[in-house]
């Protein structure tokens, strides 16, 4: 990313920043003498949080056969990482501010970015014997949320630049990634990978957000999940599910779609399955 982006990125005063129960969870977690009552304390000390979390577990989207009536009951039957993945997808909602109106609907850009997860997990289960590591729904599901976080960024403080940017893709019909180049001299991965080390992610998801469009350059112990995700948005930019912004579909890379065996033939089941679980997910919408 160019010097002179960053260091208009790091002059901005009122950055966006995570609840900081995100990181006093992060670091419980780490911690080998946790346990499902210390992890549940440090979130019921934030009610505005504890109340989206059993909301959220107990919605079409996560429920189980019985209802999850505290905060450490769900972190017993879902484990650590799963409630705070839940807490921080839930979190990021309510973290930026309104749309400031550039021609980017921010509700139906919250919709892209929530089908793009639960499409990243409906792959998964398609080719999951091709991968060797073992991904859970809650990480597909936020790393499709954030793929695209850099766009918010974006909106806020490049608005200009990203009004002519959202023009220019649809005039060209270039996909918006190369135009914010042009227009910017950045692309909304590589600051939304930015933004991701500023909140102290995971280095497997900033690898998504960085690479989602690009999946060879990733790390190659975090590629399989970076395709996952490059895949999943292919299918909801395509099938217009949601609005990223991005008017012209992104490139469909034969030979990823190949090492993972599937094909564009393969698409439309995996579609209609996206939309069917996206009935579910609507309990996360309500955050905005």
């Known amino acids: 990313m160019k010097t002179r982006i960053v260091k208009r990125l790091e002059k901005i005063h009122n950055l966006p920043t995570l609840p900081e129960v995100i990181y006093k969870l992060g670091e419980e977690i780490r911690d080998p003498k946790s346990d499902a009552r210390r992890v549940a304390a440090l979130i019921e000390d934030d009610p505005s949080m504890m109340a989206r979390i059993l909301k959220v577990v107990n919605s079409a989207f996560y429920s189980g056969i019985e209802p999850i009536t505290s905060v450490q009951q769900a972190v017993s039957r879902m484990g650590f990482d799963a409630v705070k993945n839940i807490a921080l997808s839930t979190s990021v909602f309510t973290t930026f501010s309104k749309s400031v109106e ?37 990480l597909l599901h936020l790393v499709g949320l954030l793929h695209d976080i850099g766009k918010i960024i974006f909106e806020q403080f490049f608005h200009d630049e990203f009004r002519i940017s959202l ?63 490059h895949m999943a948005n292919y299918i909801c930019n395509v099938e217009k599910i949601g609005n990223s912004g991005d008017e012209t579909a992104p490139a469909f890379f034969q030979s990823i779609w190949k090492r993972m065996d599937l094909e564009a033939a393969d698409i439309p089941l995996m579609i209609e399955k996206v939309k069917e679980e996206f009935e579910k997910s609507e309990i996360l919408l309500t955050f905005i």
């Open 167 to 229: 023009y220019e893709s649809v005039k060209r019909k270039i996909p918006l990634f190369h135009i914010e180049l042009e227009c910017i001299g950045s692309d909304h991965a590589q600051v939304g990978a930015w933004l991701g080390k500023k909140w102290k992610l995971s280095e497997e998801v900033i690898e998504v957000i960085r690479w989602h469009h690009e999946p060879d350059n990733a790390t190659e112990q975090y590629r399989d999940l970076v395709i996952l995700c």
């Open 102 to 138: 550039v021609g980017f609907d921010r509700k139906e850009f919250w919709r892209h970015c929530v089908c793009t997860g639960i499409a990243a997990d409906i792959v998964y289960n398609r080719v999951k014997q091709k991968i060797s590591k073992r991904y859970t729904p809650d």
